[in-house]
């Protein structure tokens, strides 16, 4: 059986739009479409918040993302960021609630509530949902599922399926093929 994207896009797609029209209603300093090529190089910014859609041809930053958000290379949110993320690495600085997919990696210092998945790395200081990557996942506080080689999180409410998994503070430490907690 075969994946077809075309279903997983629209159901991408869904979810961005979902998250635009939960979004608040633009404010000053905010504005629907961001298009950068680099930091230096954006029609709006690194100060905009984005209520729409923001386009990363290589890289940009701004400073609070809602809706669909697509990156080249990279992708950085100062603050927080709700909806899809599609690219090869996002870093959001504050939290998250939605989908973040990354080609190499997803990173959110805050907390996250939804979907990280990367081909090789997965961060949240907190995260509730699921992560999956094909490397490695860290939390600090998983509130879910981590799937992957290597699994990461201090406190763990949840289940570790992979090859390490790491429970800092759980009653068994680190366990092959899974762990879990509370």
Not at 68 to 94: C, I, K, M, P, W
Request: glycine share 14%.
């Amino acid at each position: 059986m075969s994946l077809h994207p075309l279903p997983v896009l629209a159901a991408a797609a869904a979810l961005a739009l979902s998250a635009v029209a939960q979004a608040q209603p633009p404010g000053e300093g905010s504005v629907p479409v961001e298009l950068s090529l680099s930091n230096e190089a954006q029609l709006a910014g690194s100060h905009s918040a984005v209520h729409g859609l923001r386009v990363n041809l290589v890289s940009g930053t701004s400073r609070q993302v809602q809706g669909l958000d697509l990156a080249g290379l990279a992708g950085r949110t100062e603050g927080n960021s709700r909806g899809l993320q599609l690219g090869f690495y996002h870093e959001v600085a504050g939290d998250l609630h939605g989908c973040q997919l990354g080609l190499l990696a997803a990173d959110v210092e805050g907390s996250a509530r939804g979907v990280q998945a990367a081909a090789f790395w997965t961060h949240a200081g907190s995260a509730r949902g699921l992560q999956l990557s094909g490397l490695a996942n860290q939390a600090g506080h998983m509130h879910g599922l981590q799937f992957s080689l290597v699994n990461w999180a201090d406190e763990l409410d949840g289940l570790q399926i992979g090859l390490i998994n790491i429970h800092r503070h759980g009653r068994i430490p680190v366990l092959p093929v899974f762990n879990f907690g509370r």
